[in-house]
């Protein structure tokens, strides 16, 4: 008898083993998730804290703390505690891959908040796609971010639409020729593809196209070419407003008689820090930004303000403000935390009425309702920026 009492104590701890592989570490489905304890649900977020790109990753980190705060205090998610941890990826790719994959198989999280940047979210997409892990970015435009994979999703426009609406914008302006100034990064160049093809289109002729590497600071080189091709207009194509505003600063003090243009860089504290007065006047297209009229934006500012200091990104702020909840709408729906469950939710996610408006997803995963606006610098001085329409 005992003999028999051992051996079926043995196969049960055996079956026991079996099952929890099957719904924990080894559940390729995304079932269950690895990092979830009795109390504890663990969130992954990858973003940039370091480096010229940290103003956008301290906003969303930033972004995240404040609705962590507001989640756990009303009782976490499913009743558990929910905790992010956050990977230093430097706006870079190959730190991306190496953060994502401390992520996925070490901290083995099934929900990935980030990348900031596009060259974070695509070297990601690979690795979150082959684990059936949801990587939700909030900032990153490139195009092909489209098509990363079928557990990607974003609330950020893609630059399909921006590289569209920055080639009506200087259309709209009356100039002939243009001139494109662009950092080497997936952002930029997936920018300056859509802008050249639009330009194109509307019978605008590009007649200098020059790039730059993330790391330089001095642009006079390319401005002096673009300058000798005496273009109607500059597109300054930054990834950042660090590298955006000196630019633009370079170029006028190299008297470079054009109409200037960029896109969303050109609205944060860095971009009017490094290029200052230069940028008065400058014409750009961004998200609308938070509107006053809508009672959320309003309440998530007053809040992000009490705690953190103006974002470099009120969209960008929002957006990831919104991902957190949406995240926990999802996980509540689906009652765990299964990631194909909360990929099939995200796809049939009617209307989401949040910080940066309503919208919802594509089949793709992008954002489908808010789009982008032109805007333009009034006065760096009192950070007066107007949106045009």
């Known amino acids: 008898m005992k003999m028999r009492a051992i051996v079926f104590g043995i196969a049960v701890l055996v079956l026991l083993a079996e099952l929890s592989f099957l719904y924990v570490g080894g559940n390729t489905s995304g079932a269950f998730i690895a990092s979830s304890s009795n109390d504890t649900i663990k969130i992954g977020a990858l973003t940039a804290l370091s480096g010229d790109y940290a103003a956008y990753g301290l906003n969303e980190k930033n972004s995240i703390e404040l609705a962590l705060f507001e ?15 956050y990977e230093d990826s430097k706006c870079n790719g190959a730190e991306a891959t190496i953060a994502t994959q401390k992520l996925v198989e070490v901290d083995e999280v099934k929900i990935i908040l980030g990348g900031s940047c596009s060259s974070e979210t695509l070297a990601a997409a690979p690795i979150t796609e082959k684990n059936k892990v949801i990587l939700f970015s909030s900032f990153s435009s490139s195009p092909k971010v489209t098509t990363a994979g079928d557990f990607v999703f974003r609330n950020s426009p893609s630059d399909a639409d921006s590289g569209k609406g920055s080639a ?52 006079r080189s390319q401005l002096t070419k673009i300058k000798s091709a005496h273009p109607d207009a500059i597109f300054f194509d930054a990834q950042t407003g660090i590298s955006g505003g000196l630019a633009v600063k370079q170029a006028k003090e190299l008297g470079i008689d054009a109409n200037y243009f960029g896109h969303f860089v050109f609205s944060s504290p860095d971009a009017f820090a490094n290029g200052g007065e230069a940028l008065n006047g400058m014409f750009f297209v961004d998200a609308p930004g938070l509107s006053e009229s809508n009672p959320k934006s309003i309440l998530f500012m007053q809040k992000y303000l009490e705690k953190y200091p103006k974002p470099a990104s009120d969209y960008q702020a929002g957006a990831r403000y919104d991902s957190v909840f949406i995240i926990k709408n999802a996980i509540e729906s689906c009652k765990m935390v299964n990631t194909e469950c909360i990929r099939d939710y995200l796809y049939n996610l009617p209307q989401y009425s949040g910080t940066i408006g309503t919208y919802h997803f594509d089949s793709n995963g992008d954002e489908i309702g808010v789009g982008f606006a032109v805007k333009q610098i009034v006065d760096v001085s009192t950070q007066k920026v107007v949106t045009l329409k």
């Open 168 to 219: 009506q914008m200087i259309y709209d302006s009356g100039a002939k020729t243009v001139a494109i100034l662009a950092e080497s990064t997936d952002f930029a160049e997936g920018v300056k593809a859509v802008l050249k093809e639009s330009l194109s289109q509307l019978g605008v002729k590009v007649v200098a196209d020059e790039i730059y590497s993330s790391d330089s600071k001095d642009y």
């Open 71 to 85: 989640i756990n205090a009303n009782g976490g998610i499913l009743k558990k505690k929910v905790e992010v941890i």
